[in-house]
């Protein structure tokens, strides 16, 4: 299967990070990986990302700060 989209799923929680980069990435999605705002930015430096999985309440920047940035800078989906 060809990789249709790259996803980033940005939670704070490892557990829940994981399982959804397990879910997504056996359905032939390419898939990074974030804990929080600062990693984000790299990913979304580092790759085009078409969509954005981002939990809303993270310590530190939550995900509507988040939210705001990813608009202010890229296309890119957000769920």
């Not at 989209?5 to 940005?10: E, F, G, N, S, T």
């Not at 359905?27 to 990913?43: L, N």
Request: charged share 35%; aromatic share 4%.
């Amino acid at each position: 299967m060809d990789v249709e989209a790259h996803i980033a799923v940005v939670d704070d929680d490892a557990e829940t990070r994981n399982e959804l980069r397990d879910y997504l990435s056996r359905r032939g999605f390419q898939i990074s990986t974030a804990d929080g705002g600062e990693k984000m930015r790299e990913a979304l430096e580092d790759n085009e990302i078409d969509l954005v999985v981002l939990d809303l309440i993270m310590p530190g920047e939550d995900g509507f700060a988040l939210t705001d940035m990813i608009r202010r800078n890229c296309d890119s989906g957000i769920i």
